[in-house]
């Protein structure tokens, strides 16, 4: 039997996504990418350790690079940071198209319009795909009301923009550390649902530390 997709090869792995058996060339190359590969599949497990395993960023892949803060800023606003991920896990769960690079997109987009908005200048841009720019609105409603309820409880606004702006270029930066770039990859959003406690629906699920 000849591979599914190229048919040229053996086919010689079941692949998940298609239902059918392909060939080891094809699952490698086509994998995340053409596919939409289930997070329990084998192959595709073993894939994802052995980029663990011999990864080695560049510096030209951190984002906002130029920006430099300190790690108290994710202690101190912990509650915040682990809204922003759940906000996105909840996004994820009612739209499952949505990957790693939607959700990196929204992220920069948000960071971006914070960048500008510290310099005095109020401009936003969300993303122009539908997915990223859904996840983008969540996020802002997400950050809305968590400055109502601190309003509420303190009578004051505590949480700066900067600390936002810190908070969304370090989990943009956990995001691009995740990720391994290829399209329909969810390692990112995989590795955010292990931040918090198993439950039948992640929308009741209280938010838990991020850990950095």
């Keep these: 039997m000849s591979c599914s997709i190229c048919e040229k090869r053996k086919a010689v792995r079941f692949c998940p ?7 080891a060339v094809c699952c490698g190359t086509e994998r995340e990418v053409t596919l939409d590969c289930p997070a329990d599949c084998s192959y595709l497990l073993a894939a994802h350790r052995y980029e663990d395993e011999h990864r080695k960023p ?4 951190v984002p906002f690079s130029e920006v430099s803060f300190s790690s108290d800023v994710i202690y101190e606003r912990q509650p915040v940071l682990s ?4 906000t996105i896990l909840k996004s994820a769960d009612s739209q499952p198209a ?4 939607d959700a990196l997109a929204a992220l920069r987009a948000l960071a971006e ?3 500008t908005l510290l310099t005095g200048i109020y401009y936003e841009k969300p993303p122009d795909a539908s997915l990223p720019r859904a996840l983008y609105a969540a996020l ?8 109502q309820k601190d309003t509420q409880r303190t009578g004051f606004t505590g949480l700066r923009d900067s600390e936002v702006f810190y908070l969304l270029v370090f989990l943009l930066r956990v995001g691009t550390l995740r990720t391994n770039g290829r399209p329909r990859t ?10 918090f406690t198993k439950s039948p629906e992640l929308a009741r699920e209280e938010p838990r530390i991020i850990v950095p």
Excluded at 58 to 61: H, I, K, L, T, W
Excluded at 83 to 86: K, M, N, V, Y
Excluded at 98 to 101: K, Q, R, V, Y
Excluded at 186 to 195: H, I, K, N, Y
């Design 140 to 147: 802002v409603q997400f950050l809305q009301q968590a400055r």
């Design 186 to 195: 969810r390692r990112f959003l995989g590795f955010l649902r292990t931040q």
């Design 17 to 23: 996504a298609k239902g059918e058996k392909i060939c």
């Design 58 to 61: 560049s510096a030209g892949e």
């Design 83 to 86: 809204g922003l991920a759940f």
């Design 98 to 101: 949505l990957t790693d690079l």
């Design 113 to 115: 319009a914070y960048k």
